[in-house]
């Protein structure tokens, strides 16, 4: 992208997901039920960002609390691993953790604990110097990076987040909201509100734009200056799909990656469409990222087969 040390910084979002594969989402009857094996992951929203800005070739750094625990440790040989550059906090409150359960057709449902406190912030010494050497942040909504934004805003620097299944009215998102350029976040919750929400956001807040992911029937597009929401429809996955953690993640990564060339709304949205659909055909969470070669060659292969009525201009592209 440019000059700048990094090109992108993720703040916040790192912890273990364990992921229980079910056969429905629902409680069976009686007090126990046997599973397939259960397995422990290097997950969360921020890991998920950042790992998949590095798999496409972003100079990406990520910074966030973690525990001194074996989770903690855990996060630490993935990451050095994998080759991102991570630097924490260590908190006193330990790793953040979830449980997801998995159904047989991929869909999930998450369980996050809440072991960090309300008042808990990353310390400005240790956020600044990040901040002040990339061109880009994207701020999980975890809370104790909300106070960012008036340094995000005072240095330039552009600015996203992801408010996942936000109902339009929780203060909590909505901070981030109103004080981001890029807001993603899911349609499940506020479907009967789609375009007022997202007309709040651009009307009340920063946003350049922002994108309401909505499974399977695609998303949802409002972009400033703009009157009408649009609606693109989803790619269709080149692989089975067996779990949809992490989709949300990928869409946003390769979206973004698209922005930061320049590329219309178009060509974003099929970048993310393919990346999100990619991520779905791995089980567990953020276990494999798409490349740069690869999204540049499946979303040539998608828009080859996109129907003529699609928005997607003719003769883009790609991504």
């Known amino acids: 992208m440019s000059q700048s040390p990094y090109d992108v910084l993720v703040v916040g979002g790192a912890g273990v997901d364990t992921v229980v594969r079910v056969e429905k989402l629902e ?3 009686g007090d126990s039920l046997h599973v397939p094996p259960v397995y422990d992951y290097v997950a969360h929203t921020g890991n998920g960002v950042a790992l998949g800005w590095h798999a496409l070739g972003l100079a990406t ?4 609390f973690l ?6 440790h855990a996060v630490l040989a993935a990451y050095a691993g994998r080759g991102l550059d991570f630097s924490h906090v ?38 600044l110097p990040h901040l002040e050497r990339t061109r880009h942040v994207h701020l999980s909504i975890v809370g104790h990076n909300r106070d960012l934004y008036e340094d995000v805003h005072r240095l330039g620097v552009t600015s996203s987040t992801d408010l996942h299944d936000w109902d339009g009215v929780n203060p909590h998102h909505r901070t981030y909201a109103l004080a981001s350029d890029y807001v993603f976040m899911s349609a499940a919750a506020v479907h009967d509100r789609l375009e007022e929400v997202l007309h709040g956001i651009v009307d009340e807040g920063r946003a350049r734009l922002v994108v309401a992911t909505d499974g399977a029937d695609g998303c949802h597009v409002l972009v400033r200056g703009e009157a009408e929401v ?67 060659a499946a979303c040539a292969r998608a828009q080859a087969a996109a129907p003529p009525t699609s928005p997607r201009r003719p003769g883009t592209r790609g991504c």
Do not use: M, W
């Not at 330990?94 to 309300?118: C, I, K, M």
């Open 27 to 29: 409680v069976p009857p």
């Open 61 to 64: 750094k990520f910074i966030d």
């Open 67 to 72: 525990g001194d625990d074996p989770q903690g």
């Open 90 to 127: 260590v908190s006193p409150h330990g790793t953040p953790r979830g449980v997801n359960l998995v159904d047989a057709q991929g869909r999930r449902f998450s369980f996050y604990d809440s072991r960090h406190p309300a008042d808990l912030r990353l310390p400005r010494a240790f956020y």
């Open 230 to 296: 649009r609606h693109f429809p989803a790619v269709r996955p080149e692989r089975p799909v067996v779990d949809s953690n992490g989709a949300g993640d990928a869409f946003v990564t390769a979206f973004l990656h698209a922005r930061f060339e320049e590329r219309p709304v178009e060509e974003c949205v099929l970048a993310g469409s393919v990346s999100g659909a990619f991520a779905c055909g791995a089980a567990g969470t953020h276990t494999e990222f798409i490349d740069l070669p690869g999204l540049r």
